[in-house]
């Protein structure tokens, strides 16, 4: 008998192995196909049927459909979900029904945690597709996972889905900086912590860029899609705006382990502001597949980090920065 359940455990562990290494292969495979094709085709009626077939079936939302315990849609639009984990988030409706293709092409029978709220669910495109980003791709940390005791500077914080996953991996010894210029993103951001009963964050109303200025704001109808460059927006609004190294010694924060940037465009002014931060060994994570002036920001950022001594790696428009040595 004991022989029997012996060579059970075994078979149920080769198994469960097995299935995970054929998830993570499918899931390379299908990133792999994804990133052919769209270099290989133009943007026609094919890749789009692609895409729309990959995202019917194979969909990061089906998994984050697992691991959310309640969804609610609040008085004020909010969009309220709890993580089996416990981790709350509040979500910002947005103006339109703008979404990619994880949303568009999903089958909503899946995603049963969302069966109350229906087709509603499309105004929350920005806020879920950004949730999958962090809690099942976990895109910020390819190459260097947060400690407990870490100072982590979230740059783009928006409502604070990496603020609020960095807060709980960096413990009461850490802390997060989440810095974010647009007002109703920002208080979003702050009800986030607050839900949260984290300590741990200090929050800075301001944009991040080359120097210490005022610009013009484009709110997009997307609460993830503001930016200083003029792009789909329904208001325009003026921030104060201010380099990274500035902001920084402004506050106090004399250490850095790790900084993450997605402010839309403007990370290539950002990191010619930020010199001391590179020079103090901290490891750089910037969303870089903006295309500014006809070219993607990865371009420029890239050659950037290299001359600035950084080791570099570039995965679907992230720069992933480690420094040599």
């Not at 004991?2 to 995970?20: A, G």
């Not at 979900?81 to 509040?90: H, K, S």
């Amino acid at each position: 008998m004991t022989n029997k359940v012996n060579t059970d455990k075994i078979k149920n562990e080769l198994v469960n192995k097995r299935n995970i290494y054929m998830t993570d292969f499918k899931k390379n495979l299908i990133d792999f196909g994804i990133s052919f094709f769209n270099k290989l085709l133009w943007q026609n009626k094919y890749t789009i049927n692609l895409k729309k077939y990959i995202f019917k079936y194979i969909n990061t939302l089906y998994e984050l459909n697992k691991i959310i315990s309640k969804v609610q849609i609040l008085s004020d639009d909010t969009l309220f979900i709890i993580l089996n984990d416990g981790t709350r988030f509040y979500g910002l409706k947005d103006k339109d029904t703008i979404f990619g293709g994880k949303l568009k092409y999903a089958n909503l029978k899946r995603l049963s945690k969302f069966r109350e709220i229906g087709k509603n669910i499309w105004y929350y495109s920005g806020f879920l597709e950004t949730l999958c980003e962090q809690y099942i791709d976990d895109i910020y940390e390819k190459y260097y996972k947060i400690k407990k005791g870490d100072i982590v500077v979230d740059v783009g914080a928006n409502v604070g889905i990496f603020t609020i996953k960095a807060a709980k991996e960096v413990g009461n010894d850490g802390k997060v900086i989440a810095v974010e210029p647009e007002g109703e993103c920002l208080s979003m951001l702050q009800r986030n912590i607050q839900e949260n009963k984290l300590r741990n964050v200090l929050v800075i109303q301001k944009g991040v860029w080359i120097k210490k200025d005022k610009l013009k704001f484009y709110i997009s109808p997307s609460s993830t899609g503001h930016s200083f460059y003029e792009s789909i927006h329904y208001k325009v609004a003026e921030i104060e705006v201010d380099s990274l190294d500035n902001i920084l010694k402004e506050y106090g924060i004399e250490r850095t382990d790790f900084v993450k940037l997605d402010i839309e465009g403007a990370e290539v002014e950002a990191v010619k502001g930020m010199n001391e931060v590179l020079k103090s060994g901290a490891k750089i994570v910037i969303a870089s597949y903006h295309l500014i002036n006809n070219d993607f920001t990865y371009k420029t950022i890239l050659p950037y980090l290299r001359e600035k001594k950084f080791k570099v790696h570039l995965q679907k428009g992230i720069v992933y920065a480690i420094p040599k040595g």
